[in-house]
């Protein structure tokens, strides 16, 4: 498996920042994993420069991002001729950096949503990520990873753009036992009564919400979801985003993303059906382990 890798500078400048905690954290586990990363320009050297990931091959250096560095990690999230194929993409972002909103930052997400494969944009997410690959990989679970898979401890925000609800409903349908592990769960408008009617239906109290429901997205649910991530209240994120609309409240939604990654190290945020479903499954192998 290969992932692309980017931080913004915010996230290399100095011995503790984002991208070496992670590292600190997950080397053991990338080395396993036998992950491939192919890091843009100054991600690259930064590695380099503290010695982590020392002597291994599977770190490959890209050109700088005024070289075309993160508009190579695209195309190769597409997929290119010759093998030139990525699984997804760690880009590490500082949320008052204009870079990451530059078109090629917008375009890596938007692909890897397009096409079903990870985004990942937080410490959290990708220390999440390499623990629910080894997992998989049949590997015992990481005891520095046990935080994550608090469940009961922690507040799940469910939110679904309208072409991906029924996605959302078939999700936790599948994983409802997962899902209801949760201390909390939290949704928008329409997502939140539908969740609660699937829940009433499989057996969940009638006078009980499975999920606490804020204002449609339009009318400033994701916004007081944000709020919830941002005094440390919601701890994971399942956001179906449909790459294909043009929504008239796309600032919200982009504050939403921009409170996860503000909370980088604490916020889990899964963007695409088939990660989540992925997870939910390593989630359960975990507890009987």
Not at 8 to 32: T, V
Not at 52 to 75: C, I, W
Not at 172 to 191: I, P, Q
Not at 239 to 260: K, N, S, T
Request: glycine content about 8%; charged content about 25%; aromatic content about 8%.
């Amino acid at each position: 498996m290969r992932l692309g890798l980017a931080a913004n500078q915010l996230h290399h400048a100095h011995a503790d920042a984002a991208l070496f905690r992670w590292l600190r954290a997950c080397e053991g586990g990338i080395r396993e994993l036998g992950l491939g990363l192919h890091a843009v320009g100054r991600t690259f050297d930064a590695i380099q420069r503290t010695g982590f990931l020392a002597g291994y091959d599977e770190l490959r250096g890209y050109p700088y991002g005024r070289e075309g560095g993160l508009m190579k990690l695209v195309a190769e999230v597409v997929g290119l001729d010759g093998g030139r194929v990525l699984d997804g993409a760690i880009y590490l972002i500082d949320p008052v950096d204009p870079s990451s909103i530059f078109p090629e930052a917008v375009a890596l997400k938007r692909q890897c949503v397009i096409h079903g494969k990870p985004f990942i944009s937080t410490v959290a997410s990708a220390r999440d990520w390499i623990e629910m690959e080894r997992i998989h990989a049949g590997l015992a679970p990481d005891r520095g990873a046990d935080a994550f898979h608090a469940l009961e401890t922690q507040t799940l925000a469910l939110i679904a753009h309208d072409a991906m609800k029924p996605q959302m409903l078939a999700y936790a349908a599948e994983h409802f036992d997962v899902l209801a592990r949760f201390a909390h769960r939290v949704a928008t408008g329409t997502t939140g009564q539908r969740l609660n009617e699937l829940a009433w239906s499989r057996g969940w109290p009638s006078d009980l919400p499975w999920v606490e429901r804020y204002q449609s997205g339009p009318m400033g649910g994701d916004a007081q979801i944000a709020d919830l991530v941002l005094e440390r209240r919601c701890q994971r994120a399942i956001f179906f985003e449909d790459p294909h609309v043009a929504r008239q409240h796309e600032a919200d939604i982009q504050l939403l993303e921009r409170a996860v990654t503000t909370r980088t190290d604490t916020a889990v945020c899964m963007t695409s059906p088939k990660v989540a479903a992925r997870w939910a499954e390593a989630a359960q192998q975990r507890t009987r382990r």
